[in-house]
Nanobody
Framework: QVQLVESGGGSVQAGGSLRLSCAAS?????LGWFRQAPGKEREGVVA???????RYADSVKGRFTISRDNAKNTLYLQMNSLKPEDTGMYYC??????????????????WGQGTQVTVSS
């Protein structure tokens, strides 16, 4: 079992930056960030395998960066040039490594409680 605890959400104006953190109890899983806006389905933002391979959603390429601090068992999401459409609840999640570096929510087994990100225009 994997425990995941997110932090770092908040409110920012368009063009601003935020950094999300996710403390993970285990690191031998693919870890990912997902978001869900009101009335919309949960979507994958970025994932990183335990070997460091990453996959980004097209909508965030060049603006968001995922990283991990193995010594602290912490996952980060640096979000720059934020847009109002980035608004939503952001979740950290873990998927067994045999699923590869996927952005499919259904393949992620463990989920954090989420942290809210609000971007105003």
């Amino acid at each position: 079992q994997v425990q995941l605890v997110e932090s770092g959400g908040g409110s920012v104006q368009a063009g601003g930056s935020l950094r999300l953190s996710c403390a993970a109890s285990r690191y031998d899983y693919t870890l990912g960030w997902f978001r869900q806006a009101p009335g919309k389905e949960r979507e994958g933002v970025v994932a990183i395998a335990d070997n460091g391979v990453t996959r980004y959603a097209d909508s965030v390429k060049g603006r968001f960066t995922i990283s991990r601090d193995n010594a602290k068992n912490t996952l980060y999401l640096q979000m720059n040039s934020l847009k109002p459409e980035d608004t939503g609840m952001y979740y950290c999640a873990a998927s067994p490594h045999w699923n590869g570096v996927t952005l499919k929510p259904g393949l992620f087994v463990y989920w954090g409680q989420g942290t809210q990100v609000t971007v105003s225009s």
